[in-house]
């Protein structure tokens, strides 16, 4: 069952700095630019419950099913497919910054202490999108608690040549 989640996310740490050029927190849109999109899945290989992204997610969210029970987002992705665009994946909420009770509406994590904790930048491809099916095999943690739209475009090809294998 898919979700959508319209609000507002392992490459060396000097090119994080390179496609940083997004003003905060995502790029505007161009009028007919495609939007980025990011889904996350539970499972690996694509399976499980999934949540289409379409910008940064300073929380993952909570859901309420059906039968009222309560499915938390926070540490369950297994896997991921980028539609397009960049993002960097976080472990911890509110893109590794102190968590505190500020609503979310009013959070302004420019202003907030970071936290020790890793990220990781994923994209899609000049030839579309970028499946990773399983996220530990590809060196990324499976405990994201956060998402941010980096850029609505993808990296340059060139830029896969920097990734530690």
Avoid: C
Avoid at 35 to 47: P, Q
Avoid at 83 to 100: A, F, I, M, P, V
Avoid at 113 to 121: F, K, N, Y
Wanted: hydrophobic share 45%; glycine share 8%; proline share 4%.
């Amino acid at each position: 069952m898919k979700r959508k989640l319209l609000f507002g996310g392992s490459f060396l740490a000097f090119l994080a700095a390179l496609i940083a050029v997004a003003s905060w927190p995502s790029a505007p849109q161009a009028t007919g630019q495609a939007a980025a999109e990011l889904v996350i899945y539970t499972g690996e290989n694509f399976t499980g419950r999934s949540l289409i992204v379409q910008g940064t997610v300073l929380d993952l969210p909570v859901e309420i099913d059906p039968d009222e029970s309560l499915f938390n987002w926070n540490d369950q992705v297994k896997s991921v497919v980028v539609r397009s665009g960049t993002w960097r994946l976080y472990e911890h909420g509110r893109l590794n910054t102190k968590l505190d009770d500020t609503e979310l509406e009013e959070l302004d994590v420019r202003t907030k202490e970071p936290i020790l904790g890793w990220s990781a930048v994923v994209s899609a491809t000049s030839a579309g999108e970028r499946r990773i099916a399983n996220l530990a095999d590809a060196g990324i943690g499976t405990g994201i608690s956060s998402i941010e739209l980096v850029s609505a475009t993808a990296l340059p090809d060139w830029s896969e040549s920097l990734r530690g294998k």
